[in-house]
C-alpha cells in the first residue's frame, strides 16, 4: 500500500516535527540572548594549510548568570533545525539555568538555520559530504573551548550539554567522545539505539497505535480497518466516492493516490500521539490539548455508521483543527521552512539509519517491513551515497557505552521512545521513564496542566544534574558556586 522509502522519510520528519511546536498560549517570558557568530573549521580531519570556514550561529543567555567564576555553564546541542526552534521551546532549560546560576549556549547544527558552510549551495549532494555528526561535534567541542579561552570566569566551568530528540543524541554522543570537555549530558526523547538488530523495528508504530487504543481499542480498531476499506474501494473503482469522502483537491484515480491518501492519514495520528500534550500547541498547524484523545472523538461516535468519514474527521484534528480548509492536497503537506528536511534526510541517508517499520499485527498501518535494500536503492538515487547502517554503533558504542553522567529520559506517550534508552545502563547512565508524556515534553516550559509525572520527572532531573555538578566540585577543589 505504501513504500517504505515514504515511511522512513516520514521517520526522518518525526524527529524534527515535535520539536517546531510552539505554545499556543503564552508561556513565561523567555529571557533575552546575544546571536553571535564563530568563525569554524569547515573540516576538522583535513590538516591543509588554509582550510575552510564557515560562520557558525550560537545565542548566548547570560540572564541566570551568577557571574562567580567557573559556574556551571548550560549547553543546548542544536539538532537539525533553526536554533531559534530550540530556544523558543526548551524552557525547562531556563529554569535549571536559574537553579545553578548558569551561563548558557544555544549552538547551531552546521549545514541548519543560518549556518550554513556554502549559503544557497550547501545542500548539493557534494556540499554535504562535511554534513556528520563527528564533524558537528568537533563543532561543538572548539566552539565550547574558544568560549571559555575567552571568558576567564568560565575557564572551569562543568559543562552541561542537554538536547531533545536528535539534539539528546547529540548530546549523548558528546559526553561519550568529548567527556574532558563536557561533564555530563541531559538526553530527552533520544532514539539513540533506532537502529535495526539493537530495538524492534516494529517499536515506533506499536507505541503510536497504543495510544490510541489505550483511549479505546475500537479507535485504533477502526483506523486500522479504514486502510482495507478504501483499498477495496480502489479496487471496485469507486474513486469519485473516495475523493469526496476524503474532499481531496483533485480527483483520486490511481494506486499512487491511495498511497498518498495512506500516508496522509499515518502521519496525521502519529504527529498526534508523538505531540500528545496536555495543552494546546501551535506548529503550522493548530493542535487541542491531548490531540490523541480529541481525534479518538469522532471515530468513536460515528465510525460504526461512517467509518471512512470518521477517520477523516479524526485526521483533520490535525491537519484542519482551523476548520478553514476546503480541501486537502494529500500529495503535497508543507513543512515548516525551519525544518531542514534536505539535509536531515541526507543525514538518514549516511549514518543515521533508523529502522522504523509498519507490520499490520502490532501496529494499526499497512505492513511496511524494514528493507535495506529500498533504503540503499533510494539514498544512491537522491544523493549518491550509501548508508553505513552500522556505524553509529561501531562509533558510540550504542547500548555497550562506555560512559558516565548520561540522563536519558522518555515519555511513554512517545513513539520514539521505543528506541530510546529505557532502563538505567549503570549508577550514572541513567533512565527515566515518564507516564503520560509525549516527545520531550520534559524540556518544554513547566505549564498548569502538566501531568504529576511530568512534574516530578523534571524535579528528579535537577537534582541528578546538581549531583553531578556538585561531585565535580568536589572532585576537582574548584569552589562551588553554586554553594
Known amino acids: 500500500p505504501y513504500s517504505m522509502r515514504s515511511l522512513l522519510f516520514f521517520a526522518a520528519l518525526a524527529l524534527v516535527l515535535a520539536l517546531a511546536l510552539q505554545p499556543a498560549r503564552a508561556d513565561p517570558a523567555l529571557p533575552p540572548y546575544t546571536q553571535q557568530w564563530y568563525t569554524q573549521t569547515l573540516d576538522h580531519y583535513n590538516f591543509a594549510t588554509r582550510p575552510l570556514n564557515f560562520q557558525q550561529r550560537y545565542l548566548v543567555v547570560d540572564t541566570f548568570w551568577s557571574k562567580r567564576p567557573n559556574a556551571p555553564f548550560l549547553f543546548y546541542s542544536g539538532n537539525e533545525g533553526d536554533i531559534f526552534m530550540f530556544y523558543n521551546n526548551t524552557g525547562y532549560l531556563f529554569n535549571l539555568a536559574e537553579m545553578y546560576g548558569a551561563y548558557v549556549v544555544f549552538a547551531e547544527h552546521r549545514y541548519y538555520g543560518q549556518s550554513l558552510p556554502f549559503g544557497d549551495q550547501s545542500f ?7 554534513l556528520t555528526v563527528e564533524q558537528a561535534l568537533a563543532d561543538f567541542a572548539v566552539l565550547i573551548t574558544d568560549i571559555k579561552k575567552k571568558n576567564p570566569l568560565l575557564s572551569n566551568s562543568p559543562v ?5 530528540s536528535y539534539g539528546g543524541m547529540l548530546s549523548t554522543w558528546f559526553r561519550i567522545k568529548y567527556p574532558h570537555i563536557v561533564e555530563a549530558a541531559f538526553a530527552s526523547s533520544a532514539p539513540i539505539v533506532q537502529i535495526h538488530g539493537i530495538k524492534s523495528d516494529y517499536s515506533f508504530y506499536k507505541i503510536v497505535t497504543d495510544d490510541y487504543t489505550a483511549i479505546d481499542p475500537q479507535c485504533s480498531g477502526r483506523i486500522r480497518k479504514s486502510f482495507d476499506v478504501i483499498q477495496d474501494m480502489a479496487n471496485a473503482g469507486k474513486w469519485a466516492e473516495l475523493t469526496k469522502t476524503f ?18 492519514i499515518l502521519n496525521a495520528f502519529t504527529c498526534m500521539a508523538m505531540t500528545d500534550y496536555p495543552y494546546a500547541t501551535n506548529f503550522m498547524l493548530p493542535l ?9 472523538q469522532p471515530i468513536l461516535q460515528r465510525g460504526a455508521q461512517d467509518l471512512l468519514g470518521s477517520v477523516r474527521d479524526g485526521a483533520n484534528v490535525y491537519w484542519n483543527t482551523s476548520g478553514t480548509s476546503t480541501c486537502f492536497d494529500i500529495w503535497s503537506n508543507d513543512l515548516s521552512p525551519s525544518l531542514g528536511m534536505t539535509q536531515w534526510a541526507y543525514q ?3 549514518e543515521i539509519v533508523q529502522a522504523v517499520a509498519t507490520n499490520g499485527v502490532t501496529d494499526m498501518f499497512p505492513p511496511a517491513p524494514y528493507d535495506l535494500k529500498a533504503i540503499k536503492e533510494g539514498c544512491i538515487q537522491q544523493f549518491g551515497v550509501i548508508p553505513r547502517v552500522d556505524w553509529m554503533v561501531t562509533w558510540f558504542g550504542g547500548l555497550n557505552m562506555s560512559a558516565s553522567n548520561i540522563l536519558f529520559s522518555n515519555g511513554n506517550l512517545d513513539p520514539w521512545s521505543g528506541g530510546g534508552v529505557t532502563e538505567s545502563l549503570s549508577d550514572t547512565l541513567i533512565a527515566i521513564n515518564i507516564e503520560d508524556s509525549a516527545h520531550h515534553l520534559d524540556l518544554r516550559f ?3 496542566a502538566d501531568p504529576p509525572a511530568v512534574v516530578a520527572a523534571r524535579k528528579q532531573e535537577a537534582e541528578i544534574l546538581q549531583k553531578w555538578l556538585d561531585q565535580y566540585y568536589s572532585r576537582t577543589g574548584i569552589e562551588n558556586p553554586m554553594s
Open 124 to 130: 548539493t549532494a557534494q556540499n554535504m559530504q562535511f
Open 247 to 264: 474532499r481531496t483537491c483533485r480527483p483520486l484515480a490511481t494506486q499512487d493516490d491511495i498511497t498518498a491518501l495512506n500516508y496522509w
Open 160 to 164: 552541561i550539554t542537554i538536547g531533545g
Open 288 to 296: 487541542p490539548a491531548w490531540p490523541v484523545r480529541a481525534s479518538c
Open 446 to 448: 513547566p505549564n498548569p
Open 348 to 350: 538518514t541517508c549516511t
